[in-house]
């Protein structure tokens, strides 16, 4: 038992230098990650969005990013990082492909993004939650984001598509498309695939 407890030490401080992540790498660090308000508050006006009138449905979020507070005790939404319904075809011509953009090339994040979709059947609208790994983002940040991410899960009930993507995936629409309804997509975001 002891050996395996020094080699657990002695793995964390390999990967973070830091004898402070044994107690993260046990995975105790998720119970102590909360979902803030505002987060939450998100999430069920994206929901709720099509009960709007046309003037309200602009204002609402099409693509909103989720980050750690500073602190890591709290998932957070990333001031600046968003993408408005009002601004596609304003100043938004792609909206998967500019929040694409928006991800960060070193740090992991959490995605809501409504996507519009065209089937054979018909158009169809979804919430869709992307855990965002970039392969160049630390090793001890993406075991902070991987041990937080069902505490958010939990609280965004009624997504229907739920996964996680690197810098090579999230480039191609396609991917998104085959987590959708595989070739039963035609385009995405108006954009044929």
Sequence with gaps: MISWILAAAAAALVFSGSPCSLLFASGNIASSVAVSEGVIKMFNDMKMCKLSTPEEVKKDK????????????????EEGKEILVGDVGQTVDDPYATFV???PDKACHYVLYEAIYET???????????????????????????????AIKKKLTEIKINYKQTCKEVKDPCT????????????????PL
């Design 176 to 191: 998104l498309a085959g987590k959708l309804g595989s070739s039963a997509v035609l385009s995405l975001e108006g954009k």
């Design 120 to 150: 054979k059947e018909s158009k169809k609208e979804d919430l869709v939650f992307i855990f965002w790994t970039p392969e160049c983002a630390p090793l001890k940040s993406k075991m902070m984001y991987v041990s937080s991410k069902d």
């Design 101 to 103: 953009k928006m991800l």
């Design 62 to 77: 099409k693509v909103v990013l989720f980050c750690l507070s500073e602190d890591k005790k709290n998932i957070i939404l």
